[in-house]
């Protein structure tokens, strides 16, 4: 649209829209007026509907927050990370459940969480307890860059001492490597 | 004050229990040298607890040395040295048998001799070889390797008496010293739902398990003393990583390492007088050195990666570690004087948890080769790597203290159980356990 034309456009329609609001005032002082004896119960009235709505948006928005932290928390019942065989690296898909951790953290100052580090039984239980560690202290990072405090962060290391499942298949050595938040 | 009561609660200190552990041969070796102890001669009315003799079989063919015969093969069970038949014996290709006798000297006291005799020597001069001695003939009786004098003992030390007398016959004939008075130490872990974690100290044959700790959470990493009177271990007990120093016969424990992070991998230093361990409270894995009487330590590694499973030379000038700087983890010898470090393993991808042996001529390592993890021996001069085991998840190796023999903890179906192999990789055998887990083996020094 060019300059000229949006000038024009403003010059027509402005003047309609201060119209409409300016009518629209006078309706509202006429009824007022004219509803001279009952004006008391009016404004009760309207005072009684503007309270109802003003809860109604307290309470839609409590019951949003609410939904939140209901999702935040039932984000947080996940407090394990699984890891790749030899690596550390925190996976994308536990990014929102870090979030809502970090979250909570963050509202809770005085919250402390440790980050216990697991290792599958492959390797040997010195290098998986170095590994462990490296695991912990990767999620704690995590953490802290999404603004949690350091001191309310520690870690713990049992490399391949503790494991989830202890049948010696595949699938068990992946739930075993893992990270674990306990408050 | 209260804290210390609650950790003595927790813990229950020094419990005998059963002997859990007995000895699977998986692998013999043909080339053993042929030997037969013959069941010892008694005399006496109190019943013996156990066959010396028995023992004393299992306790050569175990060296992986010796192949000794069974009762049911010997041609003859001579009293002593004057009743071998030396052709019967020869004919069955044996070349050495060891006789005995016990006699109960009184209630609960007995007393043994015994002879170790040279059969082809004996077959030789028919057991009557004689010699100029101040200018007669006299006996020379050269057939007869070694004769005991009479020892004494309690009936409660049959198994240790025994294990002595293998020491000797091994000593005789292979000019190594024997190591099967020795004890190992090892983790186990039960399906019990209380205190699952325990430390045991058993003899190296399984027999004699003393329960040394007992914990809700992991124990790790038991390293003995040279004197063996102690074991510095790891213990979560305080939900975190601590290094602990055990007296096994006062019983008392001294917590020595509760840094933060990691606080593992004790190796005693073989004077005593020091500790290597990793600590991370600095960042990241690192290997130091405590010196146990002041406590101070001194930094070894300083990189951003793991270094990690310190282990003594045997002169104590040199640790071997484990280390992720090159990329993947391998093993390091770092001289301790100047602080350099020279790598010293390149085969397979990973080499882990190395020691020396004894004679400082190889390591014995962790190799994962193909994604598989074995025990391996490396030669130092050389640098060719052979492979020893063949089973699964191999870990944990610890060495015999003459070198003849690597204890480790193994898969075998979906139990952790401790494995033997020779330092030549030719004898094989597994030590099952009934009750759990068993892991973290240290064969103890000479006691």
Same mark, same amino acid.
């Given at each position: 649209m060019q300059p000229t034309q949006l000038l024009k456009y403003l010059v027509v329609v402005l003047p309609m829209l201060t119209a409409a609001c300016s009518t629209t005032t006078g309706e509202d002082t006429a009824t007022a007026t004219n509803a001279n004896d009952t004006a008391t119960t009016g404004a009760l009235a309207q005072n009684d509907a503007d309270s109802v709505e003003v809860m109604t948006l307290q309470k839609k928005r409590q019951m949003e927050i609410e939904e939140e932290e209901k999702k935040q928390a039932a984000l947080r019942q996940t407090n394990m990370l699984f890891f790749d065989f030899d690596d550390s690296q925190v996976e994308g898909k536990y990014f929102e459940v870090l979030e809502a951790h970090a979250a909570y953290l963050r509202a809770n100052p005085g919250a402390k969480v440790v980050i216990e580090g697991h290792c599958d039984e492959r390797g040997t239980p010195e290098y998986n307890i170095a590994l462990g560690e490296r695991r912990a202290k990767s999620v704690a990072k995590y953490l802290q860059n999404l603004g949690v405090t350091a001191s309310q962060i520690s870690t713990v290391s049992y490399g391949e001492e503790k494991p989830l499942d202890k049948s010696r298949t595949e699938a068990a050595f992946s739930k075993n490597r893992r990270a674990v938040l306990v408050y | 004050m209260k804290k210390i009561v609650t950790l003595l609660l927790s813990l229950v200190l020094i419990t005998p229990v059963q002997a859990a552990i007995e000895i699977l041969i998986t692998e013999g070796l043909d080339s053993a040298r042929p030997i037969a102890i013959v069941p010892f001669h008694y005399e006496g009315v109190a019943q013996m607890p156990v066959k010396i003799s028995d023992i004393i079989s299992a306790d050569l063919g175990r060296s992986g040395k010796f192949n000794p015969k069974a009762v049911f093969e010997m041609p003859q069970q001579p009293k002593n040295v004057e009743d071998v038949d030396y052709t019967a014996w020869t004919e069955k290709g044996v070349d050495t048998i060891v006789t005995g006798q016990i006699y109960d000297v009184r209630p609960g006291q007995f007393s043994v001799t015994y002879q170790i005799i040279d059969i082809i020597r004996g077959q030789i001069t028919g057991g009557g070889a004689q010699m100029l001695s101040g200018g007669e003939l006299v006996a020379s009786n050269d057939h007869i390797m070694f004769a005991s004098k009479p020892i004494s003992f309690d009936s409660s030390d049959f198994r240790r008496v025994s294990h002595a007398i293998s020491d000797k016959v091994f000593e005789q004939l292979t000019g190594i010293k024997g190591a099967f008075q020795t004890k190992i130490a090892y983790v186990l872990v039960t399906e019990q739902p209380n205190r699952p974690y325990q430390l045991v100290v058993a003899d190296y044959d399984g027999y004699n398990e003393q329960e040394i700790v007992r914990s809700n959470e992991p124990l790790m990493s038991p390293s003995w003393s040279p004197d063996a009177t102690k074991l510095a271990y790891v213990t979560f007990e305080n939900r975190q990583a601590q290094i602990f120093i055990h007296d096994l016969y006062s019983g008392s424990r001294e917590m020595i390492a509760s840094y933060p992070g990691i606080n593992g991998a004790p190796s005693w230093s073989p004077d005593g007088s020091k500790m290597a361990m990793v600590l991370s409270k600095d960042g990241n894995p690192e290997v130091y050195v405590m010196? *146990? *009487?002041?406590r101070r330590l001194t930094r070894i590694t300083n990189n951003r990666t793991i270094d990690t499973e310190p282990s003594w030379s045997p002169d104590g000038k040199s640790l071997v570690i484990t280390s992720e700087r090159g990329g993947r983890p391998q093993l390091y010898r770092i001289e301790l004087s100047s602080g350099k470090a020279h790598r010293l393993t390149y085969t397979g991808e990973m080499n882990l948890g190395g020691s020396f042996l004894p004679d400082n001529k190889g390591v014995v390592v962790v190799n994962r080769t193909r994604g598989n993890y074995h025990i391996a021996r490396q030669d130092l001069r050389t640098g060719s790597m052979q492979v020893l085991t063949k089973t699964y998840l191999d870990e944990s190796p610890s060495i015999s203290p003459n070198g003849n023999m690597i204890i480790y903890s193994t898969l075998h179906g979906q139990n952790q159980v401790l494995a033997l192999v020779s330092v030549d990789g030719r004898f094989k055998a597994r030590l099952p356990s009934g009750v759990g887990q068993v892991k973290s083996p240290a064969w103890s020094p000479y006691m």
């Open positions: - | 010196d *146990l *009487l002041t």
